[in-house]
């Protein structure tokens, strides 16, 4: 036997000895699709971004204009459509709302929401938010004569960008991008959590959604969730930590 007939084999009985044991994992999804929250922009992924592209990741960063739900999940289909393939969606707070209507493609293979909404068919996010409130106090909304709104900047500061540094909540605070009121009203028409694995990062000093509202939607959704001790911007407070339960995420999937 020469040595090219013996070490064919070989190496052809070691690669399937790797693929049928258990815990090794051969395939993984290298696509991700961030979804942002209410008020902010693609931008509050910034970190995170740079940590999967880092790493590998192939990641398309959604921008919804927030003008109405319907938009918002349009402009979601888009970008998964862009990512071209499997992919990880992942939304933080409102966002969560939108990936688990547009995440019913058949192309999302596993959700991430990071101190985010996971709402059942039915629920709107003011249901959910008037189910078990937040510190953020109901006055903190600037309504606008068009019925957008903004987070007051003081009460952004000390309740929406808690755990960020001074001049990181300061910035978030004077960014914001004004949104339409009538999305609170909107009832989910989809739960794309019920057919789709899920990660959940709950932030422990949320002030925005509630800590115990978020493991209850994580219980539900039998997510896999990992907490996080900071507050509603995780993603620029513990980028580290929420890139690593996406990729988490996007290994556990094919």
């Known amino acids: 036997m020469t040595l090219k007939q013996f070490v064919k084999p070989l190496f052809t009985a070691v690669a399937l000895a790797i693929l049928a044991t258990p815990g090794i994992a051969m395939a993984q999804v290298k696509k991700v699709v961030l979804v942002h929250g ?3 922009d693609g931008g509050a992924w910034s970190s995170v ?3 999967l592209v880092s790493d590998g990741y192939q990641v398309v960063v959604a ?3 927030m003008t109405s739900i319907g938009d918002d999940i349009a402009a979601v289909r888009r970008a998964i459509t862009m990512a071209n393939g499997p992919v990880v969606l992942v939304g933080h707070s409102y966002g969560g709302m939108v990936i688990s209507q547009a995440g ?3 192309d999302v293979k ?3 929401y990071v101190a985010a909404f996971q709402p059942e068919i039915g629920e709107s996010l003011a249901k959910l938010n008037s189910s078990t409130p937040a510190k953020l106090p109901a006055d903190s909304l600037q309504v606008l004569k068009d019925g957008f709104y903004t987070v ?3 009460a952004w500061i000390a309740d929406v960008a808690n755990g960020v540094s001074k001049d990181e909540a300061q910035y978030t605070a004077n960014f914001q991008t004004p949104v339409n009121s009538a999305i609170f009203g909107y009832t989910a028409e989809a739960a794309a959590w019920h057919d789709k694995p899920v990660w959940s990062a709950i932030a422990t000093e949320d002030r925005t959604i509630s800590p115990e509202l978020q493991r209850m939607m994580s219980k539900r959704s039998k997510a896999e969730t990992l907490e996080i001790q900071g507050g509603h911007l995780l993603q620029i407070s513990n980028s580290r ?3 690593a339960l996406i990729e988490k995420a996007a290994n556990a999937v094919d």
Request: glycine letters at 0%; aromatic letters at 4%; zero cysteines.
């Open 38 to 40: 209410m008020n902010m």
């Open 49 to 51: 971004y740079k940590r």
């Open 63 to 65: 921008q919804m204009p």
């Open 104 to 106: 019913t493609s058949p």
């Open 110 to 112: 596993a959700l991430v």
């Open 152 to 154: 007051k900047p003081e």
């Open 241 to 243: 930590e929420v890139t």
